[in-house]
């Protein structure tokens, strides 16, 4: 789009657009943690993010079944983005009967009239280093920017080395001369918070507090809602034991 001096809509700082720059922040976030917070701050700070979508998985389709319900890791995603300006919990993958696959959720935003050049997907570096098993590799890194931060023990610039067919499409930012199609993989060498959702769910079962690992909102939650303290998927230790299928609504 043309303004009428006739020149473009977008404004180009350092190369990049200062329209929108929206993150997709996607996970199993079982349970949402400091480790994501830093995540999230880090690609939200570097890139210049003017909104930041968490987005709990669905079905993860590496991964085995979450042990909180989607009802209860999408509050606590909720609770955790309150107070945080910009940063939005989405229900879009859990709306979905369906595995949650990045391509299809990059999808959506397309089809609600974002670009590829708008979107940056924020990942982590152990995540991002699988990229390459992932469904509809390699036309998924026209779709999107790639926001990757470092992970304990994952530093974000060893995915050069780790995936040399993808370092001439790596940067750190800021970066400057990227033109509107461009779309690039942002290494981000931040510190974040060495914790994962295993630890958590293993302090919990053990009976372990998990304060400081999480938001004191979502430390909260996970208490009064009994989190985590039985080892079967949406199950919680005070529940009863479970009755036989039949004659229950949906089987
Ligand atoms: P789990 O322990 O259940 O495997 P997790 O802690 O790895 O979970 P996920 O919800 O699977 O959390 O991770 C979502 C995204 O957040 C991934 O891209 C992952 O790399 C990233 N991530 C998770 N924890 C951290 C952390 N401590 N530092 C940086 N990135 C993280």
Redesign the pocket.
């Known amino acids: 789009m043309e303004r009428p001096d006739g020149r473009a809509r977008f404004v180009y700082t350092q190369g990049m657009t200062t329209d929108r720059r929206i993150g997709i922040f996607g ?4 349970p949402i ?1 400091c ?2 917070i ?2 999230g701050r880090a690609a939200e700070s570097a890139l210049a993010l003017t909104r930041l979508f968490l987005i709990p998985a669905n079905v993860p389709p590496h991964r085995p079944q979450p042990l909180a319900s989607s009802y209860h890791r999408f509050a606590m995603v909720s609770l955790a983005v309150a107070g945080r300006p910009g940063w939005r919990a989405s229900d879009l993958e859990l709306r979905r009967d369906a595995p949650s696959y990045t391509a299809a959720t990059l999808k959506r935003f397309h089809e609600r009239g974002y670009a590829p050049s708008e979107l940056f997907f924020v ?2 570096a ?2 991002f280093a699988e990229i390459e098993a992932w469904r509809e590799y390699p036309d998924i890194l026209d779709r999107t920017h790639f926001a990757v ?1 470092s ?2 023990g994952y530093p974000a610039p060893d995915l050069r080395a780790r995936l040399p067919l993808l370092a001439p499409r790596m940067a750190r930012p800021p970066v400057g001369h990227l033109t509107r199609l461009d779309t690039l993989i942002f290494l981000i060498d931040a510190p ?7 630890d958590i769910r293993e302090r919990r079962a053990r009976g372990q507090p998990i304060t400081g690992l999480v938001d004191l909102g979502v430390q909260q939650h996970i208490e009064q809602q009994g989190l985590y303290t039985s080892m079967i998927p949406g199950r919680r230790g005070s529940d009863p034991p479970p009755r036989p299928a039949a004659g229950r609504l949906n089987g």
Not at 27 to 30: A, K
Not at 192 to 198: E, G, H
């Open positions: 996970g199993t976030f079982d943690h480790g994501h830093d995540l990942i982590g152990d995540a931060v992970r304990t974040t918070a060495d914790v994962s959702s295993t």
